[in-house]
């Protein structure tokens, strides 16, 4: 909020200097964020927390200034001097709403004549950022920032029967605020009434028919104390906000009311040469209550960690105005009308720690009374699953947690959708819509964008959250790890383009880094991922956690890739949640002997049924089974492969010899013909 | 023509190829007269075959077959010498740059993220977790903001169907440890949160990190000396100094706005911080005794003390990256610095 320096210092008494009040602001919870020079003075802006409405005034941080530098608040000036018939016979006020209005303070001016104001004052308010409109409208504005206490100004000639009436709105009636706008009004909305219709949005706005005017000459100060939540319903309902409604929503003064509609009268007064009328209308159906509080010095030195002198303590709530007193080690106080604030014991624990001030705390760090830290298994597996994509080679990327419902749609029938989309009521954007149900839209998108800032090889991972609503209000978020390999990929020594067996090097080392159990690729993944070229990893209770492959045709043009986009995507809570600790195995004493096997079959036996049987058909010490390579060609026909296969056999015991082995792979050659579709 | 022309082209072949000695232009022009694809000798080799006596046939095509091998595995050999001459030779050139090898990259945010948990683990925090989707009453009315509360104003929530919402910050969790668990309790919890709000300074999801201390007589004292040891340590590069300020906080009570000095003046005032020489890092406070009331925590018994972080902002300004949102675009280039 802007401050005028010079009058806040108005209320100060001495001569404190602008750093020293800057300063002492700051460390007493008032940030003081700018300061520039404006005339003879400055306007800062001062950081006003929303739970104090009390600062929002030239006085109210004039009162933590002055306590913060050690000087007095000035005494508030008061008097006004009045002539004529007594405001009562002139005008009358009714509240019919008392739950919403605790007082309502009024004061009837006559011979006001619309005037300009005065240089000073519109100076004081135009650095505080209000427009000066005329000295009636300036003054209320002027007390407003003087003393936090908003007020309004009607033609009192032009309520009619000369009355107010509080009240909650009839719904459908309308009213025409100051700013043109005419607005429909709810059965909860308070207004400002006379005797027919609503003539202000209760401390919200005014309305143009009872505007002051060229024709006015008697004006109905109003000086009241509105309920922070009506104010604030209404204010919210019809998207308004003004200087009354920020202060009424926090919660003003009550006790102010009379003060501020006196120091308004007078200066109207003063600036239009109108009289005051003896007298204030003050309609208080329910007065505000002062409440001792209890505490002890011993108390907020405990909580504080510093041994705090009552008397200090006595001296800063007597400068907050706390009334307190003090019996030895304990202290009693009355927190003050315009400290709403201060419900409990605590509040005033930092009232005394504020102004006694942080720095004066000694710093002690806590006793360790806990067992030693240990992180959440979530964070442990999802953080496996980065280490092990770094280790890949992988970049990471984060990107937004909601996408546009137009892709989403597309992922309606993913391997991997978790469920319903969760779409956002509120969203930023259309292209916001909706919470991802698959990382890879995101990473999709941060592909394309690094081949278009120049890079040629895209190798990026991102590692996060999908949502799905399956039903009613149950919500799941599991965690996702996913890939996308573009251009070079991983740009490997000695290739030019990614392909599918690249993606799938990386997605196995995930797998296996992860501590994925062991899983089956089979062909799928449409639609997004390409028919010839896309898998569904599988677990051996047939549950689908993964799927790899290259983005089918139609989804590359979608987002216009012209390079090859390999994907995958992961469901890390298929890992295991905490890893089992490696065993040691012996270290092979004999040598091994590797013998390469090759096999001619058609295309429809698939590497790993070929594997798997020559598994399970080998000689019992053949430890591992591997291939070689691959041959297709005319030379074998359409549908025709040859795969060589290296196979090592270890015996735990012995060296083993040539002649034992050329014997078992004898063996294993006619039992391969004999059961699988081979030649060899 | 027969088996000695064979012969013939076999041994011009390998002269040729002695001659290009590793040179790759050469050893290509050699592909092309022998094994191009339109007029390769080769070919017209092959041509051959068929105008022959079919009892040469046979002893042709295998003498043929063996050439075409020879051939093929000489221009590859040669090729291959000629890449690896390179670094080959009687003096391998040691300024050559070596081979790419991948190398990955975690995002700063991350790395950050870890950074922080790291010095907590160490003073015996856990490192906890909990919904991005969170309810009314964890995101808000635990921690002390009613419905109506001003404070909700500053935090300008996404909702999503059934009156769920995207949590705005990640204090939701320390209500749902406090719920099921009784002190003493030390944890910290990073995660995402998301506010309406995007600009050079917002962005709609960011990263929080928040810490909630809770036991028998905790103190001011207290909170203050774990903040400044963790910010040195966080910062311990910069070699920062710390101040508290007073500030207000619907959760926590008194409350402190932490600044640290301005780690691109240090201290003496610039565009970054202002003119004023320090930059917020941290919000804190002592835990509000009605969010212990909220959580079943009994508040005659306990204090404690709370902070939160944004793990975006200390990446910014720990690696000196001027703007948020280019932390979300999925920049290669940029995370690779963070490596």
Redesign the interface.
């Known amino acids: 909020m802007r401050f005028d320096l010079e009058w806040m210092r108005q209320h100060i008494e001495g001569d404190t200097d602008a750093d020293t009040l800057s300063e002492a602001l700051t460390h007493c919870g008032f940030l003081v964020e700018t300061r520039d020079p404006s005339g003879d003075s400055e306007i800062w802006d001062v950081e006003a927390t929303t739970n104090r409405p009390d600062v929002m005034c030239h006085r109210g941080l004039a009162r933590e200034a002055a306590l913060a530098v050690g000087a007095r608040l000035e005494a508030l000036d008061t008097t006004v001097e009045e002539s004529g018939e007594p405001s009562e016979g002139l005008a009358s006020i009714e509240i019919r709403d008392p739950d919403l209005c605790s007082r309502y303070v009024g004061r009837v001016l006559r011979g006001v004549r619309l005037v300009e104001s005065p240089e000073w004052l519109k100076e004081r308010l135009e650095r505080c950022g209000v427009r000066p409109i005329n000295a009636v409208v300036d003054a209320t504005n002027y007390v407003l920032l003087e003393t936090g206490q908003p007020l309004h100004a009607f033609d009192l000639d032009r309520l009619e029967g000369r009355t107010i009436v509080v009240r909650r709105a009839e719904k459908g009636e309308v009213l025409t605020t100051l700013d043109g706008e005419d607005r429909k009004l709810e059965s909860n909305d308070l207004v400002i009434a006379d005797r027919n219709r609503p003539v202000a949005l209760a401390g919200v706005m005014g309305g143009t028919d009872s505007e002051i005017g060229e024709e006015t000459t008697d004006v109905l100060l109003e000086s009241a104390h509105f309920e922070a939540l009506a104010v604030r319903r209404t204010a919210r309902r019809l998207g308004m906000h003004t200087e009354a409604s920020h202060r009424f929503e926090r919660g003003a003064d009550p006790e102010m009311t009379p003060v501020a509609v006196d120091l308004a009268a007078r200066l109207i007064a003063q600036l239009t040469g109108a009289t005051v009328c003896p007298g204030r209308i003050d309609v208080r159906p329910r007065p505000w209550q002062a409440q001792e509080m209890t505490f002890s010095v011993s108390g907020v030195s405990r909580f504080a960690g510093l041994e705090i002198d009552g008397d200090d303590i006595v001296r800063i709530l007597e400068a907050l105005e706390f009334r307190p007193s003090r019996d030895g080690d304990t202290l009693t106080c009355v927190p003050p009308s315009f400290r709403g604030d201060i419900e409990r014991v605590s509040d005033l624990y930092e009232e005394v720690i504020r102004h006694i001030g942080y720095d004066a705390v000694p710093a002690v760090l806590p006793t360790l009374r806990t067992p030693p830290g240990r992180r959440h298994p979530n964070w442990e597996l999802v953080d496996r699953g980065r280490r092990a994509a770094v280790g890949c080679g992988l970049t990471e990327a984060v990107t937004y947690a909601f996408i546009d419902p137009q892709v989403d749609a597309r992922l309606e029938s993913w391997p991997l959708s978790p469920g319903p989309s969760v779409p956002l009521s509120n969203p930023l954007a259309e292209t916001q819509g909706t919470m991802r149900r698959s990382l890879i839209p995101g990473l999709l998108a941060a592909a394309r964008e690094n081949l278009n800032q120049g890079e040629v090889d895209v190798a990026l991972f991102e590692e996060g959250r999908v949502f799905s609503n399956p039903e009613g209000d149950c919500y799941e978020e599991p965690e996702h790890l996913a890939v996308v390999l573009a251009g070079g990929g991983l740009a490997l020594p000695g290739r030019d383009a990614v392909d599918f067996l690249e993606l799938k090097g990386v997605v196995a080392a995930l797998l296996r880094d992860v501590t994925f159990p062991e899983v089956a690729w089979q062909r799928g993944g449409g639609p997004w991922l390409d028919e010839t070229e896309g898998a569904v990893l599988v677990d051996g209770d047939r549950r689908i956690v993964g799927i790899a492959g290259r983005l089918g045709d139609d989804e590359a043009g979608r987002w216009g890739f012209k390079q090859p986009v390999y994907v995958a995507e992961l469901m890390l809570q298929a890992a295991a949640i905490e890893p089992a600790l490696p065993r040691f195995e012996a270290l092979p004493r004999f040598p091994a002997v590797w013998v390469d096997i090759t096999v001619e079959h058609g295309t429809d036996l698939s590497y790993a049924g070929l594997e798997a049987a020559v598994r399970e058909l080998s000689d019992r010490l053949v430890t591992s089974v591997s291939l070689v390579g691959r041959f297709t060609g005319k030379a074998l026909g359409p549908g025709r492969v040859r795969t060589t296969l290296r196979l090592v056999y270890r015996h735990p015991e012995r060296s083993m010899t040539q002649e034992e082995v050329n014997a078992a792979q004898d063996r294993l050659r006619a039992a391969l013909v004999e059961r699988i579709d081979v030649t060899i | 023509m027969g088996v000695a022309r064979l012969d013939e082209v076999r041994a011009a072949f390998l002269a040729d190829i002695e001659s290009a000695g590793g040179d790759l232009e050469a050893v290509e022009k050699i592909r092309v007269r022998y094994a191009g694809r339109r007029s390769g000798l080769l070919l017209d080799l092959t041509a051959a075959l068929r105008e022959l006596p079919n009892e040469e046939k046979r002893d042709y095509g295998r003498a043929l077959n063996e050439l075409k091998k020879l051939v093929a595995d000489q221009l590859e050999a040669a090729k291959d010498g000629a890449c690896r001459g390179r670094a080959a030779g009687p003096q391998v050139d040691v300024t050559l740059p070596g081979?790419?090898?991948?190398?990955?990259?975690?995002?700063p945010?991350?790395l950050v993220r870890?950074r922080i948990?790291e010095i907590?683990?160490?003073?015996?925090?856990?490192?906890?977790?909990g919904?991005?989707?969170e309810d009314d009453r964890h995101n808000f009315e635990a921690l002390n903001i009613p419905p109506?509360h001003?404070?909700r104003?500053?935090q300008d929530t996404?909702?999503?169907?059934?009156g769920?919402l995207?949590r705005t910050h990640t204090s939701p969790v320390q209500a749902r440890v406090m719920e099921q668990r009784k002190p003493?309790?030390?944890i910290i919890v990073?995660g995402?949160v998301?506010r309406?709000d995007?600009d050079l300074r917002h962005s709609?999801?960011f990263h929080q990190i928040e810490g909630l201390?809770v036991?028998e007589?905790?103190?001011?004292?207290?909170l203050?000396?774990?903040l400044?040891?963790f910010l040195h340590a966080l910062f311990s590069e910069h070699g920062v100094d710390v101040r508290?300020?007073?500030?207000?906080f619907?959760f926590t009570?008194?409350?402190?706005?932490v600044d640290i000095t301005c780690i691109f003046c240090g201290g003496s005032g610039c565009g970054v911080c202002?003119r004023s020489g320090w930059i917020e890092i941290l919000g804190s406070g002592?835990v509000?005794?009605r969010v212990f009331e909220g959580v079943g925590v009994d508040a005659d018994r306990y204090?404690g003390f709370a902070f939160g972080l944004g793990l975006d902002r200390v990446a910014m300004l720990l690696y000196g990256i001027p703007d948020l949102r280019q932390?979300?675009?999925?920049?290669?280039?940029l995370?690779?610095q963070f490596?």
């Open positions: 081979l790419t090898l991948p190398k990955g990259a975690q995002h945010v991350h870890q948990e907590f683990l160490r003073m015996g925090y856990d490192v906890e977790d919904p991005e989707i109506d001003p404070a104003d500053d996404f909702y999503v169907s059934g769920r995207l003493p309790i030390r990073p995402k998301y309406r995007s709609p999801m201390l036991d007589g905790v103190t001011f004292g207290n203050k000396a774990t400044e040891t508290f300020r007073p500030s207000y619907p009570e008194p409350s402190a706005e202002s002592m509000d005794p204090t932390l979300f675009v999925g920049y290669q280039r995370t690779r490596a």
